[in-house]
C-alpha cells in the first residue's frame, strides 16, 4: 500500500519521486519461513526496508509490518 510520496525538491520543481510503501503480512501463526522469503524478495529487489512485529490476542494473529520508500 503506497501511503503518500515524499518527494524530492530541486530548483523548484520535482527531481525525484519518492513513494512511501508499507507491506503488512497477517498469518494465524508465527511463520519464521514466510517471513525469510518476504525479506529476502526485497533484499534481491535492492529494496532497504525496516520491519516491525506484533501479535493481536484478540484476532490471534501475526502481524509483520514492512516499511520502505521506493524511487
Given at each position: ?17 519518492i ?37 493481536d ?14 524511487i
Open positions: 500500500m503506497a501511503n503518500h510520496e515524499n518527494n524530492f525538491g530541486a530548483d523548484n520543481k520535482v527531481y525525484q519521486i513513494t512511501d510503501v508499507t507491506i503488512t503480512a497477517y498469518m494465524s501463526a508465527e511463520d519464521l519461513d514466510i517471513e525469510d522469503s518476504i525479506n529476502a524478495a526485497l533484499d534481491d529487489a535492492g529494496i532497504y526496508w525496516t520491519s516491525s512485529t506484533d501479535y490476542r484478540e484476532q490471534k494473529l501475526y502481524t509483520i509490518i514492512y516499511e520502505m520508500e521506493v
